[in-house]
Structures are given as structure tokens and as C-alpha cells.
């Protein structure tokens, strides 16, 4: 299993990053009940490069404008919490936008 | 003679002034400070206006009452600042001034504008308010008075908010304040919020949830406002869920000033990218952070900005002989949460400790209770005002320290 010592802090979020791979994040997407497409993994991968380079991960406004998709569109991705679910599929920290 | 430039004067620039003026040789450095309002609002203290505990006028006082007589202080919109030319122009002063030091402490502010339909001019202050400013307080006062019953929802509309305590108070004063006036059975309050629950950190969450059930009041969670239809009076989510509002108390996004966004130096919601150990902007090395204007995911609250001053003035005195700014700030804050019924709960956090229950500020003693409702917490809060216009804006000495501590808390 894609998922076996992962190690998640209480809240789910992987708590390293670095030993992410893409399916590691098929099976997180389908613990949240989403089938990753084309769509999802553009949003995945510009959250993965943006928290590269700022270490941590994005928040919804910085993924509609950095992905170019309306928020509407980003919650059909990725219903309910978009920003918090993506930072989890993309094995990143809980975004600091919630504090 | 050097320039040692605040923008804005609410709680962070003047307790900077205040600071910077004790410490500044007046000979070498001269200390201005620009704002555009000539009144300092006592922000906390909006929250009791819509239920009449507050009057409008106990929480305004002049600014210039608050700043010591050396520094110069201009009343004037800010066009632009120039952080690679270190200049800043102003609007209606119409002037330009050259700094060595920058200090911005142009806060957050609210922004109904950006969700569709909530400031729709038939409706606003009507019967959609705000209260994070003193006019919609006021005016949410008026209504409320002799509002006759329905369903008030409350809803923040997207994280951060400042004072992320704040519509927790509203929910738990609305409870107290319908049943004064007798009218709790004909009102049904809603708590419509983005968060997975009633507040950012775990636990704090499930014991102020636990309050709001106790109280009555409905949690709608993960509810992301999209708009405002306020021809079917319902406020609809990304994912179309609707929830009816006869009364519809907003927490609109919050930003930080636009000054900042015209300027080329903030993030999406205009507030300035900033380390949040040291308070230095990550551009530019002589330019610094207090309160909310920062993109430091601390609260945005003025006792966070109180445990940011000592840290930031040290740092920039160190900058000034040439060394290296401390990582010294920890996200440290403090909110006192009015309960209703003269009782409230304190909660002490940082970056990476929850709240979490104890007393404080004295280990085992008190006399305040952490993470519970008591009666000697909500007088802490009404004590507080007076600290606040006479101590803590003068840059004084608070009996809280300004990294958080963990003596006296159960883990």
C-alpha cells in the first residue's frame, strides 16, 4: 500500500513532505472521496511548486489566481475546503490562512 | 538628521512611536507618523456597541492624545510608498517623505465588496451589517433594539479574520442580550463559518463549540460564501448550499490597506510578506511589520500586536548597529472571549502551542482562567479599555510577557 509508513500529524497532513509521490496521492484523494483527473493534478502540482518555494502550502486565493480557475471551479474539484483538501492530496502542511 | 517613518496610527504605530521616542536620540532622528483619521477607535470595544453596552463615544478618543510631543504626526491618505526609493508619497498632505526606517502598521480592514451581493445597497445596514467598524455597529445597534424576532445568521466569509474570537463573543452576547429583552424563544441564531468548527485551534474549538450548542446556537461548518441573494434573503456557498437569513450579521473579507496592493508590496489580500520570527518585510531590510498589516499567520489582534512590539523595536534598534535581527516573536496571543451573563473564558496561544486550560498570567494562582468561562475573566476584559487607552498604547508596561509561556497550563 502506497500509504504504509506515512507518517500524518492529528489533523491528517503528512507531516513530511518530501516522501510524497503521485500515488500516495490517489489513495489520499480517494480517503476524501475524489478520483484525481487532469484538473486535479494541475491544481496538485502548482501547490506542490508554489510550497517549494515558499515552504508552505498555498491559500485558496493564491491557487485561483496561480492555476487560473475560478473559485467555483476549484470547489467542484475539491468540495467543501478546497485549500486545506489539496494541501492534504498534495502531502503539504495545513494552510496558515485559518489562524 | 535620519527619518524614522510609522504608517498608521491604531495600536501597532502608536505603541511604536511611543516606544521609538523613548529610544531615538532626538538630535540625530527625527519620528513621523502619517494616518488619515484624526481618531483612534478602541476596536475591541465595537463588539458591545450592538448591544448597547458600549456607547459609540467611550470607544473614540484623538489620536494625538495617544503620541508623545516630538513626533510629528500628519493627517493624510498615503498615494504611494516607494520601498527601492525609500520614499513615501501622500495624498492629501501632498507631500513626499524620505525615510532611513519604515514601520507599517496600516492594519486590516473590511472588504464587503468582494463577495457578490453582500453590500447591496437596499440591504446594507439595513438588514445585513457589519460590525467591525463603528458606524455598523451603531447601526446594527439601532436595529436590534427593536428587532421583533427571526433568524439571524452570522457569517465570516473567508480566513483570516481579525480578532478570529471575535464572532464567537457576537454569537454568545446575542444569546444573553434576546434574553433580556425576552425575545430569545423568537430568534434563531446561526453560525455560518468556513471553519471545520467554532474556532481555528482544536481545542478551544470543541470547548467553545460545546458553548455555542449550550447556547442554542446552530454551527453551520465548512459553509464558503459565494454570494448574497438578498431577493431570496439566503446566503448560497460554492457548493450551493442555502441558509435564509431574515438578519444577516457579516464578517466580510478581510484586507489589508490597499496602499499596500497599489504599491506592488502585498499578497493576494494585500498584506505585506513578512518573517514571522523577526518582523523584518522579506524584501526589504529596512522596512518592518506591526499588527495585522503583515502576512504572519498569527491573530491578527491588538494583543498580538502588544507581544510583536518589544520584539520588533529591539530588532530594529539591532538593525541599526549592524546586526541580526532575533527570531524572537513566537505568534503569541491573548484573547479574552465575553460569554454572556458577565462571564468570559481566556485563551493563551502561539504558533505552535494551542490554547489550552490553566491559569494565567500567574502559574496555579491566576487570577485568570484559561480555556473556561468565569466571572473574573469577563471583568479582566472590562478592565481592559482602561488599560488600553492608558497604559498599553503609551508603550507601558503590561503584566503579560511577551512570549507565550507554558508554566501554569495543562497539556
Not at chain 2, 510631543?69 to 501632498?94: C, T, Y
Request: charged share 25%; glycine share 8%.
Amino acid at each position: 500500500m502506497a500509504l504504509d509508513n506515512i507518517a500524518f500529524n492529528d489533523e491528517g497532513y503528512m507531516t513530511d513532505p518530501n516522501v510524497w509521490n503521485k500515488e500516495i496521492a490517489v489513495e489520499l484523494a480517494k480517503k476524501e472521496g475524489i478520483e484525481l483527473t487532469d484538473a486535479h493534478w494541475k491544481v496538485i502540482e502548482f501547490c506542490r511548486e508554489s510550497a517549494k518555494d515558499s515552504g508552505k502550502a498555498p491559500t485558496l486565493r493564491q491557487i485561483t489566481k496561480g492555476v487560473g480557475i475560478t473559485t467555483k471551479e476549484l470547489f467542484g474539484l475539491f468540495p467543501k475546503g478546497p485549500a486545506k483538501k489539496v494541501a492534504k492530496i498534495a502531502g503539504l502542511g495545513k494552510p496558515e490562512g485559518c489562524v | 538628521m535620519k527619518t524614522f517613518l510609522i504608517l498608521g496610527a491604531g495600536t501597532g504605530g502608536t505603541m511604536v512611536a511611543n516606544k521609538m521616542a523613548a529610544a531615538l536620540d532626538p538630535q540625530e532622528w527625527r519620528i513621523i507618523i502619517v494616518d488619515r483619521d484624526e481618531k483612534h477607535y478602541y476596536q475591541p470595544g465595537f463588539l458591545f456597541i450592538p448591544f448597547g453596552i458600549y456607547s459609540p463615544n467611550e470607544v473614540v478618543k484623538p489620536k494625538r492624545n495617544f503620541l508623545p510631543p516630538q513626533v510629528e504626526v500628519i493627517f493624510s491618505d498615503i498615494e504611494l510608498i516607494e520601498p527601492e526609493k525609500n520614499r513615501v508619497r501622500l495624498g492629501k498632505a501632498k507631500k513626499t517623505i524620505n525615510y532611513d526606517y519604515l514601520v507599517i502598521s496600516t492594519g486590516s480592514h473590511i472588504h464587503p465588496e468582494e463577495t457578490p451581493g453582500l453590500d447591496d445597497e437596499a440591504s446594507w445596514l439595513k438588514n445585513i451589517f457589519p460590525f467591525y467598524t463603528l458606524e455598523g455597529a451603531t447601526e446594527l445597534s439601532n436595529f436590534l433594539k427593536y428587532w421583533k424576532g427571526g433568524r439571524m445568521v452570522l457569517n465570516i466569509a473567508e480566513m483570516p479574520i481579525k480578532c478570529p474570537v471575535a464572532p464567537l463573543e457576537f454569537l454568545f452576547l446575542a444569546d444573553w442580550f434576546f434574553q433580556e429583552r425576552g425575545i430569545r424563544d423568537k430568534v434563531e441564531i446561526v453560525f455560518a463559518t468556513p471553519l471545520p468548527g467554532a474556532f481555528t485551534k482544536p481545542r478551544a474549538s470543541s470547548v467553545l463549540g460545546g458553548m455555542l450548542d449550550d447556547k442554542g446556537v446552530a454551527l453551520e461548518a465548512d459553509f464558503n460564501i459565494m454570494e448574497v441573494d438578498t431577493t431570496k434573503q439566503v446566503i448560497r456557498s460554492y457548493d450551493e448550499k442555502e441558509i435564509a437569513y431574515d438578519l444577516l450579521v457579516t464578517i466580510p473579507t478581510n484586507m489589508g490597506a490597499e496602499v499596500i496592493g497599489n504599491s506592488g508590496m502585498g499578497d493576494e489580500l494585500n498584506f505585506v510578506p513578512t518573517n514571522k520570527h523577526t518582523l523584518q518585510t522579506d524584501k526589504w531590510e529596512n522596512v518592518w511589520i506591526i499588527g495585522d498589516a503583515g502576512n504572519v499567520p498569527a491573530s491578527k489582534a491588538g494583543s498580538v500586536a502588544h507581544f510583536m512590539l518589544d520584539v520588533v523595536i529591539e530588532n530594529i534598534l539591532r538593525h541599526m548597529e549592524g546586526l541580526d535581527p532575533l527570531p524572537k516573536f513566537d505568534g503569541h496571543a491573548n484573547c479574552y472571549i465575553e460569554s454572556g451573563f458577565e462571564k468570559g473564558v481566556l485563551i493563551d496561544f502561539n504558533y505552535d502551542v494551542e490554547p489550552l486550560p490553566g491559569k494565567y498570567p500567574l502559574p496555579g494562582f491566576g487570577p485568570f482562567s484559561l480555556l473556561q468561562e468565569s466571572h473574573t475573566n469577563h471583568w479582566g476584559k472590562m478592565m481592559f479599555r482602561w488599560m488600553y487607552w492608558n497604559i498599553l498604547l503609551k508603550g507601558g508596561e503590561m503584566p503579560f510577557e511577551s512570549q507565550m509561556s507554558m508554566a501554569g497550563k495543562w497539556a
